[in-house]
DNA sequence: CCACATATGCTCGATAAGAGCATATTTAGC
DNA sequence: GCTAAATATGCTCTTATCGAGCATATGTGG
């Protein structure tokens, strides 16, 4: 390839500052596509917008927004996102942040040298559970449909020890082939640090680790789609949560992990909440994210204590006991501390 | 724009799975660049490899090791950008991960539509520092260069109060214009938030906000180079750290970041250590990254009692006192729990 | 009016973190 | 060789934080 950057040595040309990158050899068949994982809570369920593809077409699967990313109508990737949501589903946008730029050759249907290649720029949106009036295409579906074995609140999900661990120790016996030699990790002992096998403590955060393992292991029918060769044995096997288009799953890992990390050290739950709300609502919607059940009490002291809410001196009745104080969201707290999140720590696991 | 993608009101033809993409309009004239900053420790400094333009031409600036992504190539994003690094440095990459993917428009040199857009996916590459030798091309430069506001490892920098502060006060005062009814943070708040000013704190994962409030401000030279209406009365100013080509310093500030919140919580530092080394050595080149002193004793506490390190049994003589034991990081921490960082708390700030 | 459910305030003990004291072992200078 | 200085290392003490439980307040439904 081309030293050409090697500036020291073979100087450039005139046009210095952007001469570089025009005189490189550079593909023009990439395409770039901009992906939104839309993320609200909706009667404490949490769920991500999604767009279906026909239903009786061959392979239809879920997927997320996404449009691609023409820099003459978008000023930033950004605002291309926000328009392309826009245009699929009528949903202005709020939060938004960006996720990660994925690019594996293969990790598309009919994979070869031929094929034009794309990019995914993944977002992660977080906004309020609106219904499905106001949108003009798209419904919202629970996470867990398509990652079933995150879904701890009801104590460790059956599909783990019943459907994964065998299958993934039967893969990891049959080790890589490969002689590994290599700092590479053992397949068993992934596949215990990410599900939690053996007595290993369980980490609500490696969402896009166990959902990465499970592809190379061919256990998700995305892998079979993409021709993987663990995945011929696949078609007698249960299915491990919904798939979806493209690598839209991976995306939807991706913003899970990001958003179960975020919770705890920025104020991001908030964007999830209506203006209004009891602190146990709020409570309740960090549980549909994180998956366990917190300390009331505790939960209390430390939103109230880390100045996150303020009560708005209403309260809301009829929830069965004793009227609960309404709070909103202290956005002042964003001009004091480096604005923490709330922090949590997971109960002892219930294996 | 289109709307083909909504699935359940248009059906997408039979063969459903890329015919999305292959029918939007789709601009081919989007570049994609692979950027790396490679971090080191050198000599108690944070270094980052890069490329000199020729010192003689006119913008003459650095900029990271970086090449266009070849999707025939490079079968992902990261072995492109191992091959470009190698090519064009030398060197081989050991850690990698991807930082972000930047597309501004206008921040490139000449911007206008007509002009071809580029992507930056950028990459963190944490290696030792070995020597120049080694190297076909690039060079080490201390991070602090381009950032000598970051650098607290003496106290708080004086081009805080001196060169930053007053600028960004008087750039605060003429507020941004626009009627600020939004919920957007001030401007006077966003700086005193970045840069600690007034008695509020210093965060050190800031490095990426406090670039970005700086070339809003037009106060970073690649603001001028850019265009940007706020960069006109620039020239008579001090230079606020080198300037580097392109978007590279922002990826660079990306980079420190992510750098520095990542050392906390996962064993990244061993990634700059050499095989052997002592507590303090170890502790050295935190600090170099965080910037405030550690406690040493309980660092070493910490850092023991963590199960990160075992004696390798040897001692280091000759270190101007008692000799140290030397250590080596214990990769099977990685295969326990899930694998903590150096956790350090900011000192008392010592502004 | 009572049983019950939820909301909310407060305390207690375990643990981890910040800070300092004390001791060990070397090098440098006389 | 002896001593001062420098660094390494172990231990203790205090304080902040966190998990957990008890107790009380104030509604709803029969």
Known sequence: MNMELSGRRKPTPDKSQR????????????????????VAVSDNEPVALVVRAEPDSIGATDMLPYGPFNPRAHRTLESGLRSWVQDQTGLELGYAEQLYTFADRGRQPEPGDTAPHFISIGYLALTQAIGHHGLTDGLWRSWYQY??????RRGRPEIIARDIEPRLKAWAEKSSGVATSQPTIARADRARICFGLDGTAWDEEKVLERFELLYEAGLAEEALRDGRPTAREWTDRPKLGLPMQADHRRILATAISRTRAKIKYRPVVFELMPDEFTLYELQKTVEAILGPHLH??????????????????????RTGGRPAKLFRFRREVLLERPAPGVRVSAPPSRS
Chains 1, 2 share one sequence.
Not at 296 to 317: H, I, M, S, W
């Open 296 to 317: 009331k009490q505790n939960f209390r002291r430390l939103v109230e204590g880390a100045g996150l809410v303020e009560p708005t001196g209403d309260v809301k009745t």
């Open 147 to 152: 990652f079933p074995w995150e879904d701890w």
């Open 19 to 38: 001469a570089p990158e025009e005189e490189r050899d550079y593909d023009p068949s990439v395409g770039i596509g901009l992906n939104a994982a839309i």
